[in-house]
């Protein structure tokens, strides 16, 4: 595998070569290549599909709490996912994932609806879900609202969280 600082000293030196015009027009064709393949293969995916898939999963995800099912919660995750809760140190892989699932369950929560409101950077690879959710008890009595994105990462298995922050609308406590 090459370095890249052996890549970054090769197109200086072919840089040192040519004239600017062609500077420039090796610049473009080198963006192209680097990010525009990026965009046509994400331009051919079906984003109705895209949202399908991530809309299951959120309702696995909520349905989880309702059953008490700690590994359909983990199955919304990439093994190597990190939750990024509010005011709280990073939560990453599984025993952090399986830990979070607990606590929450046993805090009370026992639904939780997501409303997607928009998806960016789609790729073949990653997109990223902005959206609000809404947590529920026992009783279906609303525990808090608050919103969240998600770096989903597509796997062999489907589409994963691989990112998960979110923090509550409640106002801060002082």
């Known amino acids: ?5 052996k890549t970054v000293l ?7 070569i040519m ?19 990026q965009q046509v293969l994400a ?5 109705s599909k895209v949202k399908a898939a991530l809309n299951s999963i ?19 995750y990439t093994a190597d996912a990190c939750l990024l809760p509010a005011n ?19 805090s009370g929560v026992r639904n939780i609806i997501f ?12 997109v ?7 947590m529920f008890g026992a009783n279906n009595n609303s525990l808090g609202k608050g919103k969240y994105l998600v770096l989903w990462k597509k796997t062999a298995e489907g589409w994963k969280m691989f990112r998960d922050m979110f923090n509550s609308n409640a106002p801060a406590m002082r």
């Open 19 to 37: 004239t600017n015009k062609s500077r420039l027009l090796t610049l473009i064709i080198f963006y192209l290549l680097l990010y525009g393949g």
């Open 58 to 76: 959120n309702t696995n995800y909520g349905e989880a709490f309702a059953k008490g099912d700690s590994s359909l919660f983990l199955n919304s």
């Open 128 to 134: 990223t879900e902005q959206g609000n959710y809404e």
């Open 115 to 126: 409303n997607p409101l928009d998806l960016y950077g789609l790729t073949n690879e990653y």
């Open 88 to 106: 709280s140190p990073a939560i990453c892989g599984q025993q952090g994932q399986l830990a979070f699932f607990k606590f929450a369950y046993r």
């Open 43 to 47: 331009q051919n995916t079906d984003i």
């Open 1 to 5: 595998m090459v370095s890249l600082q």
């Open 10 to 16: 090769f197109y200086k030196q072919i840089l040192n």
